[in-house]
C-alpha cells in the first residue's frame, strides 16, 4: 500500500497538486489494525494521512457535495447507496440536507460479491463437463482459471442480455466446452445467495 501510495503521490504531483496532507478512504470492514495499516503505509509513503474515512462515507459525501442546490434544509432526503463489487458488497443509508450528511446506517459483507456467483456457475459447468467428457476442469489449474475467466465475462454478459455463450476451446484433454445460459438459469441458481 505504502508502494501504491507513494505511485499515486508522484502522479499528484505531476499534475501540480504538491499537498503532502490526504485523506483515504478504507472499507466499511476495516479492523482497528487494518486501520492503522493504512495509516502506516501513508507514513512510508512521506504522506501525512489526516483523516481515515469509511468509503460508503467518502460516496454519500461526494453525493452530498455535488446534490447542495438539489437538497431541502427542513425535508431531508433519504439516499441507499449499494455497492456490489468482485469480491464483497456495502449497503448505506444516508440522509441529505444542504448543509449536512448523515449516515444511517452501513453495513458490508466482505465476501459477499460476484466471484460467488462465479463459483456457483463454475461448479454447476465443471460437474457438467466432468460427466460428459470423465474429466474436471475444476481440479486443474489452467482449466479452472480459463473457465473462471469465461464465466465472469458470460455473467457480465448476463447483466445487459438475456442469454449468451460461454466457450472455452480444448479446455481439457482436448475436449471443447460450449455450453448455452439464459439469465434465468443463472438468476436461479444465485436466488440462495441473493436471498
Same mark, same amino acid.
Not at 486443474?140 to 447483466?159: D, G, N
Not at 460461454?166 to 460450449?178: K, R, V
Given at each position: ?38 495509516? *502506516? ?28 442546490? *438539489? ?46 456467483? *462465479? ?16 474429466? *474436471? ?13 469465461a464465466i465472469e465475462k458470460v455473467r457480465k ?11 472455452c476451446e480444448s479446455l481439457m484433454e482436448d ?21
Amino acid at each position: 500500500m505504502a508502494f501504491y501510495l507513494k505511485r499515486a503521490k508522484t502522479y499528484f504531483e505531476k499534475a501540480g497538486m504538491n499537498s503532502k496532507d490526504i485523506v483515504l478512504s478504507v472499507p466499511t470492514y476495516a479492523s482497528n489494525a487494518e486501520r492503522q495499516a493504512y495509516l *502506516d503505509a501513508a507514513e512510508i509513503a512521506g504522506i501525512k494521512c489526516i483523516k481515515l474515512i469509511n468509503e460508503s462515507t467518502a460516496i454519500a459525501l461526494n453525493y452530498g457535495f455535488f446534490r447542495k442546490n *438539489d437538497l431541502d434544509e427542513k425535508k431531508p432526503k433519504k439516499v441507499c447507496f449499494i455497492d456490489f463489487g468482485h469480491s464483497k458488497s456495502t449497503v448505506t443509508f444516508a440522509s441529505f440536507k444542504p448543509s449536512k450528511t448523515t449516515i444511517i446506517c452501513s453495513h458490508s459483507n466482505r465476501n459477499l460479491g460476484g466471484r460467488q456467483f *462465479d463459483y456457483l456457475l463454475f461448479n454447476l459447468l465443471g460437474g457438467e463437463f466432468e460427466k460428459k467428457y470423465g474429466c *474436471d476442469p475444476r481440479t486443474a489449474p489452467k482449466p479452472r482459471l480459463r473457465m473462471l475467466e469465461a464465466i465472469e465475462k458470460v455473467r457480465k454478459l448476463l447483466t445487459g442480455n438475456k442469454e449468451a455463450d460461454i466457450s472455452c476451446e480444448s479446455l481439457m484433454e482436448d475436449e471443447d466446452f460450449f455450453r448455452h445460459i439464459k439469465r434465468e438459469e443463472l438468476e436461479e441458481l444465485i436466488q440462495p445467495v441473493i436471498d
